[in-house]
Each structure stands twice: as structure tokens, then as C-alpha cells.
């Protein structure tokens, strides 16, 4: 529930920023919204771009760690693949069988 919440007020962040961001360079001269949005776009490609690394080297971190357990192994595979959606629109029910 708090990660649903976090996701909302992230959105509703970015929102208010960019509409923020909107009024502010409406109210300036052709001349100025120019630069400023230079400069925005800046930031917003070094953002993205430190974002991104921080990414890849987590997920890098993630894939030299342990190998899930069994338990977690058991829990991924009734809940994420339980049920199979055909191209034809079919469903096929798929069952777990442990070892």
C-alpha cells in the first residue's frame, strides 16, 4: 500500500512541476522561454542520464547476488505464471509441481 501511495505522490509531483514549469514560461518573452528551456532540457538529459547508471549498476549488483530461494522460486512461479493467455484468447491453467 505505502509503494502504491509513493507512485501517487511521485505523479502528482511530476505533474505539478511541469505544469508549473508551463505557466512559468508562458509568462516570459519568446527570447527568455528559449534559454530557459535550453536549460531545462539540460538538466532533464542529466537527470536521465545519472538515473540510468544508478540503474544499471543496482541491477549489475542484483545479478551477482545469491540465487533466490526455493520458497521464492515457489512463490514467483504460482503467482506470475499460474495462468497462460493464448494468442486466440485461450487460457490455459498451469499447475505448480514441486519436486
Known sequence: ???RVTKWIACTAGVAVVAAAGVFLSLQSLDN???WS???GFLTAL???VVSAAAWALRRDAADAAPPSRARRWWAFNWRNGVVINGDNTVNRVENKND
Open 33 to 35: 522561454a528559449d534559454k
Open 47 to 49: 537527470i536521465t542520464v
Open 38 to 40: 535550453s536549460i531545462g
Open 1 to 3: 500500500m505505502a509503494r
